[in-house]
């Protein structure tokens, strides 16, 4: 059974930095087609942050976060990550993990192209 675990969310202030793990079980990292970061804040959609193509580690970013965020996995810990850095509150969201079994085109992160999601971890970014 496939479970993804993502943790390492809380509060942090305006400028700071914050780290993203997503565990993965029930299957070997890199066995997916891709693997994404999401976000949802209150009232909004739900939007594609990140995303990391297995078969050629092509990396794609939403435009409200490139240059800040990045997301890499161990494969030997079977984790994905997304470090966040110059954090601001408008990336305040509860930030969702998903891998892709399916060829699609991952470059606009699309959550109807993922399949597997994790619970959710809530990010706060306040004074």
């Known amino acids: 059974q496939v479970q993804l675990v993502e943790s390492g969310g809380g509060l942090v202030q305006p400028g700071g930095s914050l780290k993203l793990s997503c565990n993965v079980s029930?299957?070997?990292?890199?066995?997916?087609?891709?693997f994404g970061w999401f976000r949802q804040a209150p009232g909004k959609e739900r939007e594609g942050v990140a995303c990391?193509?297995?078969?050629?580690?092509?990396?794609y970013y939403a435009d409200s976060v490139k240059g800040r965020f990045t997301i890499s996995r161990d494969k030997v810990k079977n984790t994905v990550y997304l470090q966040m850095n110059r954090l601001t509150p408008e990336d305040t969201a509860v930030y969702y993990c998903?891998?892709?079994?399916?060829?699609?085109?991952?470059?606009?992160?699309?959550?109807?192209?993922?399949?597997?999601w994790g619970q959710g971890t809530q990010v706060t970014v306040s004074s």
């Open positions: 990391l193509v297995s078969s050629d580690l092509m990396k």
């Open positions: 029930g299957y070997k990292l890199g066995d997916e087609y891709a």
């Open positions: 998903a891998a892709a079994w399916s060829q699609r085109g991952f470059f606009y992160i699309r959550p109807s192209d993922f399949d597997s």
